[in-house]
């Protein structure tokens, strides 16, 4: 008899080990942990759980990850300048340099035909929306600089051209291939400053 056959024991496991780079063994320790843990926090760790599904939507706007909506980068921010990236994390690596003062426009994906990904399967409707009002001077395109990115970058910026908007791309200090959320900031904030119109 193997105690992790146990079913308490077994489903903890199986939970843990569907987590973004939990393997078997990592997924046991956790449940183990969790095991010896007092009521108290193991109770505090289920409520968060279930609290970020209640709490968490994404703002109808950008769509990024708020609480309300339109979130307070929607409400607050300069809308002149809108960045578009291709996840919330993206937006976070951004924010992190210090360096963007305007709003953000998050894709939730990036154009991959192989993967049957078209342009109507991100939100570039929603940025288009958004452009409506003719407040918006600037987009920047801050998408990884892979294939995808690229693509998709070209892709925006040519709807984006006869709108009469100044298309943006990230200059290439981060190294073809990588992503964002990986370049330090101050290698991301240089090449947030030194974009070039494309
Ligand atoms: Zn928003």
Redesign the pocket.
């Known amino acids: 008899m193997n105690i992790n056959q146990i079913e308490p024991i077994a489903r903890l496991i199986n939970e843990f080990s569907k987590l973004p780079s939990v393997g078997k063994r990592t997924a046991e320790r956790y449940a183990y942990h969790i095991i010896r843990a007092s009521d108290e926090s193991v109770k505090n760790f289920a409520e968060s759980l279930l609290n970020i599904k209640e709490k968490i939507k994404f703002?109808d706007?950008?769509?990024?990850y708020?609480e309300q909506?339109?979130?307070a980068?929607?409400r607050e921010r300069d809308k002149k300048i809108i960045c578009v990236v291709k996840e919330p994390k993206d937006s976070i690596a951004i924010e992190k340099t210090g360096n963007f003062k305007g709003?953000?426009h998050i894709l939730h994906g990036v154009i991959n035909p192989l993967a049957g990904v078209g342009p109507n399967d991100i939100r570039i409707k929603e940025l288009l929306t958004r452009l409506d009002d003719g407040i918006t001077q600037e987009v920047i395109i801050a998408t990884n600089p892979d294939v995808e990115g690229e693509a998709t970058a070209l892709y925006i910026s040519r709807l984006l051209k006869p709108l009469g908007i100044k298309v943006s791309r990230i200059a290439q200090g981060i190294s073809m291939g990588s992503e964002l959320e990986y370049a330090d900031e101050v290698t991301l904030s240089k090449a947030l400053l030194d974009r070039k119109e494309i």
């Open positions: 703002c706007v950008c769509g990024n708020t909506t339109p979130c980068f929607c709003q953000y």
